[in-house]
């Protein structure tokens, strides 16, 4: 059964600090792994990674893949207080025309001033 | 603002009540889904509409009805709900069902008493 796995499930920090956050998987036919940051209600888009090794940046966000040992990572770096929200991860598994992203529970991320 | 509304952001109703929720998308996407998230649950896809036509039912209860006249609007008609189906329900649309990163309405809170 295709599985999304990330860790941990909460976490406190202080602001400045950085942090990693993590998905694994275990999809057939894998395509792609997406980051989404939900804040309140919508889920936003924040990056979508198809090949390994290669780093996504955008500010203090980046975030790699690793397809052989089947993870991501998304790190924060100089945490502020407006970084506070649910990360979640979805992976991609070939499906011909449509898109059924397998999702994870979410790392829900607290950054305190 | 995400190019995804939804409206109401809050529903409160009784089982025996029929509601339904809106969602419009101004992005010019060709498809729109219907998810369902609940406290300590991956988001779950209810519904995937391409070019107006219904390609995925995720074994929705019939008590869910969606419907989509145009590409650029969805619904999702409630009848006789249950008191778990209480959750945050959002929409989502991409450019093409098949390829494209998913983006996100702010959801409906809904509470079934």
């Known amino acids: 059964e295709d599985k999304v796995v990330q860790s941990p499930l909460s976490l406190v920090v202080h602001e400045g600090d950085t942090v990693t956050l993590n998905c694994s998987y275990e999809?057939?036919?894998?395509?792609?792994l997406l980051w989404y940051k939900q804040e309140k209600k919508a889920p936003t888009f924040l990056f979508m990674l198809?090949?390994s090794g290669i780093e996504k940046k955008s500010g203090r966000l980046s975030s790699i893949l690793d397809k052989k040992e089947l993870f991501s990572i998304l790190n924060i770096t100089a945490t502020q207080t407006g970084d506070s929200a649910i990360y979640l991860c979805?992976?991609?598994?070939?499906?011909?025309?449509?898109?059924?992203?397998?999702w994870g529970l979410g790392t829900s991320l607290a950054v305190n001033p | 603002e995400t190019g995804v509304t939804q409206t109401p952001r809050h529903l409160v109703m009784g089982m025996t009540n029929k509601k339904s929720l809106k969602c419009e998308q101004h992005?010019?996407?060709?498809?729109m889904y219907w998810y369902k998230q609940s406290a300590k649950k991956p988001l779950e896809l209810m519904f995937v509409?391409?070019?107006?036509?219904?390609?995925e039912n995720n074994s929705v209860p019939s008590r869910f009805s969606p419907e989509c006249p145009n590409s650029s609007h969805l619904f999702l008609h409630l009848h006789t709900l249950q008191p778990e189906d209480s959750a945050l329900y959002l929409c989502?649309?991409?450019?093409?069902?098949?390829?494209?990163?998913?983006?996100f309405g702010p959801g409906t809170r809904l509470t079934v008493l």
């Open positions: 979805a992976a991609d598994p070939y499906a011909g025309n449509n898109r059924k992203l397998i």
């Open positions: 198809t090949s």
């Open positions: 999809v057939t036919n894998f395509r792609s």
């Open positions: 989502a649309s991409s450019q093409d069902p098949g390829v494209d990163t998913q983006y």
């Open positions: 992005l010019g996407h060709n498809a």
């Open positions: 509409y391409n070019f107006k036509e219904q390609t």
